[in-house]
């Protein structure tokens, strides 16, 4: 009996043990690594004058980073990870760094860690994060100021793009009290262009006209459902698509910009003041009743209130149910382009928002829009390294040749591994340069002043007019009529109606955008579906103000008036 | 019942030692994990940024309260809370009560054991998974509305997309999932009746129902009372994971509860 007792309490002590034993062992990793950071970082203090954009570190540095791009896009060959690839062995042989990741992890869940270090105070050295986090590092003063590196250290074409429009306004959000707090992964108004895509193959067998107006393109969506326009012998399809994320603000936008209407966008009122396009009752009240008239005759979808866009819709276009998108930019690259790999009788075209009456329409559009912010912890004795990796990035991804595109940004086998950059540096409205100098080259047959990507995509546009029909897509974003051939439409005539606001995410609207916004799903929904009529749009705007747009729009106003 | 014996103080500590030790490190793990996280509810009364974390953010009293309690929704949302909780609590007793019952009168044991399996196998899918076959089992030109329009020529029924069917939808879906966990805890307890009981009751004219009636609930009390209480405690959770993966506008109305409604004011 005793012999028994005396193991079973041995083993009792023996697990307790262990199990500080775990934490103590956890703890020593990390106060290892950290002191090993420290002591590489002191010995590599570079003099100014010997420091360049690409002067590389000697000896060696580390510098610990995450990856919260890893989505399924992503795809990389077999002999690419996400902790040894092209970028981390440019970073080591041609910098003279050593990228170490913190964590890997999908867009989704990289959120959440990027969230849980922020508030365990555990932070990367670079980090890319979101404007809702960057707004609260700076705030905590967690943030390293780059402004000296930025003007010593940036390459050209970073500091152009910074000087550009756009380039201004960003450099505008990132700076405080003279300090630069981050280096932005931004884009400009072209590249949020709103595009209309209908099936024009079914156009053309239908014997429907081309649309100039939105009046149009709805007796187009009407015959779309009327006529059979997939020849199938049944009445199965519908006009266009709509889906339960429809309405959000910009979800539908470009059907509402066919009316003048612009909801969740800042414009000026009779009085110069700034408002949300979505209290503009007159405007969006129009657009709602002839929704809710498609909804009764079956143009849209009844069940759309669920439908899902990557599911259900996805289902609907392939199996030829819908033939009109009101969309952007991209629809045409994935998926539409996809369809005629599987049947080359597919066409689809783009059209720019169509007015409802004589006045042309605008697209609304953002001044500049926030893709990530490239940051340094502000206890990282290198915060210089943020600069020059960059620079890096800028000279294997825009100044450089197809090859070399190919091989870090994006190539033919469907490899993207510009997703595994930890600083990534694009030059926005880069898609429109994209398109006007490949459309020249297809005219002109000159490719000499193409850059890596530019050849990439002009090679792409040669392959499907050759007929390789899985390219059909790229022609649809960047070739002759595409989607990005509106963006001249929009800029020659004036069409772009600008988001007034570019500031940083005011107190309410951190508190309230995404209730008010929630509102105006469920008021729009209802009205849509006749469950409410088109009238009870004013109590909507007046709740809207209620329930937090008038704060909201106080402080855009606050704002509007600091900077003018 | 054993006699009291008046034992020593110090025998009983000896002969408990062991034990106690063997508890100690699941109770440390408990209070840090826990109770220690408890403190945190402090953080209702501050206006909280993870960044500044608890000691670095502002108090700011009652301010969230108001806040949250003069939205606009929020009466919808406690009263959606209140109600779906409830009536899953109620439906996950009453309806394995009756599985229960039922499986006990299936005289193979094979047949007994292998509904029984397939009862239980719903409860370990996570909703995530659950989420996606339902949807497409539900929805408009799914299997259940097929089903319905071509045997019954009924119209599709938009089970996730109608703000009044949604929420039967819901306890329907959530007994299915659940059913089998307490269905196995009261098959248990039936089993655990006397059988002498059963007899004495037949020899006195009972007929199956009032077997049933008689002798079979009244044994069962005790569980299901235990199980009742235990099961009190889920009265506000209405199911974030179920509602997040299966809710659309269409149904906000009636199916947004606390915890999804959370998501929209962070």
Redesign the interface.
Known sequence: MNIKKLIALFIVVIMCTGILFACSNANQKNKANEKETQSTGNENVLSPKEDGPLVPYDPEITVTSHLSSLDPTIKFTETETPEDNVWTRAYKNDLGIKVEYLWTANSEQGTEKMNLAIASNNLPDIMRVNRMQFEQLVQAGKLADIKDAYEKLAGSFIKETMSRPGGEEAMKVVSRDGKMYALPYFLNCTDDTKNIWIRYDWLKKLNLPEPKTLDDVIEIARAFTTKDPDGNGQNDTYGFVMHKDSLTYSGLATFFNCYHAYPGIWIKDDQGKLINGVTVSERMKPALQKLNELYKEGVINKAFGSLDWSSNILEDLMNNKVGIVFGGLWEGWWPLGEMKVADPNVEWKSYPVLSIDDKPAKAQSMRVLFNGFNVVRSDFEHPEVLIKMANLCVKYMWESDAETFAKYGYDSAGNNPWLLCPVYFEAPGKNHTLYLKTVKALDTGDTSDLNGEEQLIYGWMKDYLNGDMSRYGIYLSYGHDSSCAKMEHYLNNDLYMLDEFYGNPTESMLEKNTILEKLFQEYGYKIIIGELPVDSYDEFVEEWYKQGGEDITNEVNEWYNSIN | MALHVKTHNNDVLKRQI?LH??L??AVIIVAIYSYGPLFGVVIAFQKY?????II?SEWVGLENFV?MFT???SVQIIWNTFYISILKVIANLLFPIILALLLHEIPKQFFRRTVQTILYVPYFLSWVILGGVI?SFL??DGFVNRFLLGLLGIE?I?F??DKNIFVPTLIVTDLWQNAGFNTIVFLAAITNVNPELYEAATVDGANRWKLVWNVTIPGMLPIIILVATLSLGNIMNAGFDQIFNLY???V??TGDIIDTYAG???
Request: aromatic share 10%; net charge positive; hydrophobic share 40%.
């Open positions: 062991v030790l063997m100690i490190p940024i993870p960044a500044k974390g670095g806040q939205m606009r929704d949807k929805a408009p599709p938009l996730l997309g659309s506008p269409p906000y109305e929209w004011v962070y």
